[in-house]
């Protein structure tokens, strides 16, 4: 291959998945060999075509990495934010520039993934693949069985119904309810609005599974390499 689309380019540099990609260039934040384009099917001459982002230059990738992090509470998973928060980037140290995929509110923790592949990032946080997430949940109080049966069939949160999904008790007592919920979604905060929707509290969530990648004994904060098995698991899901 001696060309490849400016938008598709954009995203296996790692710098951010080719739906945002096509944003970046449409604000005419693009540029190729100093000249702003706003075509992200442009074709980028991948010997001697140089590319920037905001007038910094981007370069493909050499090598795919993936990676698998707990996240602890109380990081963000962006670069960086107005209230200068710690983010999920500032524990994970590898050469390349890698960035979540999807997102892991401040307040949850849980298995995040990260990587430089735009391609992947995309294809996992596209509606279409309805990809499953695993999250152990508690809340504040008694969780009724008529409110299990009305959130797994689908209520409406922010104007919007949610799809049907699982949710299994794992514990009961007078001051909480522990549950194993399963969600094919990924919208903001969904699993505490969900509850939120029958003023319930969430007091606690960590995802534990994305697809058929576990979280397992990986410590608060800890990350590492996946394995090609797992990557090519992920990649049979798309």
Same mark, same amino acid.
């Given at each position: 291959?001696?060309?490849?689309?400016?938008?598709?380019?954009?995203? %296996?540099?790692?710098?951010?998945?080719?739906?945002?990609?096509?944003?970046?260039?449409?604000?005419?934040?693009?540029?190729?060999?100093?000249?702003?384009? @706003?075509? &992200?099917?442009?074709?980028?001459?991948?010997?001697?075509?140089?590319?920037?982002?905001?007038?910094?230059?981007?370069? $493909?990738?050499?090598?795919?990495?993936?990676? @698998?992090?707990?996240?602890?509470?109380?990081?963000?998973? +962006?670069?960086?934010? *107005?209230?200068?928060? &710690? +983010?999920?980037?500032?524990?994970?140290?590898?050469?390349?520039?890698?960035?979540?995929?999807?997102?892991?509110?401040?307040?949850?923790?849980?298995? $995040?993934?990260?990587?430089?592949?735009?391609?992947?990032?995309?294809?996992?946080?596209?509606?279409?693949?309805?990809?499953?997430?695993?999250?152990?949940?508690?809340?504040?109080?008694?969780?009724?069985?008529?409110?299990?049966?009305?959130?797994?069939?689908?209520?409406?949160?922010?104007?919007?119904?949610?799809? &049907?999904?699982?949710?299994?008790?794992?514990?009961?007592? %007078?001051?909480?309810?522990?549950?194993?919920?399963?969600?094919?979604?990924?919208?903001?905060? *969904?699993?505490?609005? @969900?509850?939120?929707?029958f003023h319930l509290r969430v007091t606690f969530l960590q995802r534990i599974t994305i697809g058929n990648l576990h979280l397992g004994e990986l410590g608060i904060g800890q990350w590492r390499y996946l394995t090609e098995e797992e990557v090519q698991n992920l990649r049979r899901l798309l």
């Open positions: 291959m001696t060309t490849m689309r400016l938008n598709k380019y954009i995203s %296996h540099t790692g710098l951010t998945s080719r739906r945002k990609a096509d944003e970046l260039i449409f604000e005419g934040k693009v540029s190729v060999n100093g000249k702003v384009v @706003m075509e &992200p099917g442009f074709q980028v001459n991948l010997s001697n075509d140089q590319v920037e982002v905001d007038h910094k230059t981007v370069a $493909l990738e050499s090598e795919n990495v993936y990676i @698998m992090l707990n996240k602890p509470i109380r990081y963000i998973t +962006s670069v960086k934010d *107005q209230f200068d928060r &710690p +983010s999920v980037l500032d524990l994970v140290k590898v050469p390349q520039r890698v960035y979540p995929v999807g997102r892991l509110d401040y307040d949850s923790q849980g298995l $995040l993934l990260l990587t430089n592949d735009g391609e992947m990032t995309y294809a996992l946080t596209h509606p279409k693949h309805d990809i499953e997430k695993t999250y152990h949940v508690k809340v504040k109080g008694t969780v009724e069985d008529s409110v299990i049966d009305k959130l797994t069939k689908g209520i409406y949160i922010d104007s919007q119904r949610t799809k &049907p999904c699982r949710i299994k008790r794992i514990d009961e007592t %007078h001051q909480k309810t522990e549950l194993q919920v399963t969600i094919s979604e990924g919208r903001n905060r *969904q699993i505490r609005k @969900m509850f939120e929707h």
